[in-house]
């Protein structure tokens, strides 16, 4: 079975830091694109970022560029997101997505992990 | 990158269709066969319904279906039932430096 699971989301301050993990199972992880979706509360979804199946191909939201940083560990079947910088408008749920291999369609999605950015 | 325009929300009654419509650019929806869509029920994570336009996932009803014209692209969904109330946003590749724009979402209500 396919499987995305995120963890590494909880509070932090502005201008602070935080790393998500994804660990991924069940399909074959360098031959896929994967991403960061995010969703602030009550709102809609927001493409973050996303690196291609050999990880040079990365792009990002206008928003977090420069501050936020994805990675994935071919070895460890697992997608990062670094995170610095942070703003209160980074406030969101973050889904690990995989994608359904250059479709650019996201055909598998973590249940998600919360980032909240607040003093 | 704007995002993509849906209607804030439709309704119909149990046993009709509905379609919800999804407008981009000639630089996006009007450029590329690559868009998607996707389902989310509240508190859950978004589900994919349909690709490269109308393409279904296995798994997916039959009852979903989409279609393209020009800059729009539209999600019909037949024989409404209960369980389809949730939350729709279409998706599409824009460009290669800028992978995704995302709809900002319908809101389907089932009376």
């Known amino acids: 079975e396919v499987q995305v699971v995120e963890s590494g989301g909880g509070l932090v301050q502005p201008g602070g830091s935080l790393m998500l993990s994804c660990s991924a199972s069940?399909?074959?992880?360098?031959?896929?694109?994967m991403h960061w979706v995010r969703q602030a509360p009550g709102k809609g979804l927001q493409f973050v970022a996303s690196?291609?199946?050999?990880?040079?191909?990365?792009y990002y939201t206008e928003s977090v560029k420069g501050r936020f940083t994805i990675s994935r560990d071919i070895s460890k079947n697992t997608l990062y997101l670094q995170m610095s910088s942070l703003r209160v408008e980074d406030t969101a749920m973050y889904y690990c997505?995989?994608?359904?291999?250059?479709?650019?369609?996201?055909?598998?999605w973590g249940q998600g992990t919360m980032v909240t950015v607040s003093s | 990158q704007s995002a993509l325009t849906q209607p804030a929300s439709v309704s119909g009654s149990p046993g009709q269709s509905i379609t919800i419509s999804c407008t981009g650019t000639s630089s996006d929806i009007g450029y590329y066969n690559l868009v998607s869509w996707y389902q989310q029920h509240p508190g859950n994570a978004p589900q994919l319904l349909l690709y490269?336009?109308?393409q279904r996932p296995s798994g997916v009803s039959n009852r979903f279906s989409g279609s393209k014209s020009g800059n729009t692209a539209s999600l019909t969904i037949s024989g409404l039932q209960a369980e389809d109330e949730a939350d729709y946003y279409c998706?599409?590749?824009?460009?290669?430096?800028?992978?995704?724009?995302f709809g900002g979402g319908t809101k389907l209500t089932v009376l």
């Open positions: 997505v995989k994608d359904l291999c250059g479709t650019y369609a996201f055909d598998k």
């Open positions: 690196i291609n199946d050999n990880g040079d191909r990365i």
């Open positions: 069940g399909f074959t992880f360098s031959r896929c694109a």
């Open positions: 490269e336009v109308s």
């Open positions: 998706a599409s590749y824009i460009c290669d430096t800028c992978p995704v724009v």
